[in-house]
Nanobody, 124 residues
Framework: VQLQASGGGLVQAGGSLRLSCAAS????????MAWFRQAPGMEREFVAA?????????YADSVKGRFAVARDNARKNAVYLQMNSLKPEDTAVYYC?????????????????WGQGTQVTVSS
């Protein structure tokens, strides 16, 4: 599966952004989709994940209550990450990822397919 992320940008602290990830190729119901982020000099870290054909979601503690991951019903084979109450520490390149086995591990190496990153910058 090929992934295409979009929607990054510059926003002030407390603001909101929505990222989108469109998948092409054969997307199976068992797929999990995830968002990771990577700040300069840091490892890629797990942000959120969703099962493709269900309502199971997972979130990193650092974004619980502020971010939401969901299917994008307006677009075929797409998920979005709604980011609210953004903080300067949310600044990073955000990546979407996919895997076709059960579970949503937080280690980036466990994910099979990756989209290109999209920059999110939160100013204080």
């Amino acid at each position: 599966v090929q992934l295409q992320a979009s929607g990054g940008g510059l926003v002030q602290a407390g603001g909101s952004l929505r990222l989108s990830c469109a998948a092409s190729g054969r997307v199976f119901g068992s797929y999990f989709m995830a968002w990771f982020r990577q700040a300069p000099g840091m490892e890629r870290e797990f942000v959120a994940a969703i099962r493709w054909n269900g309502y199971i979601t997972y979130y990193a503690d650092s974004v619980k209550g502020r971010f939401a991951v969901a299917r994008d019903n307006a677009r075929k084979n797409a998920v979005y990450l709604q980011m609210n109450s953004l903080k300067p520490e949310d600044t990073a390149v955000y990546y979407c990822a996919a895997r076709n086995v059960p579970g949503a591990p937080t280690g980036a190496a466990e994910w099979d397919s990756w989209g290109q990153g999209t920059q999110v910058t939160v100013s204080s």
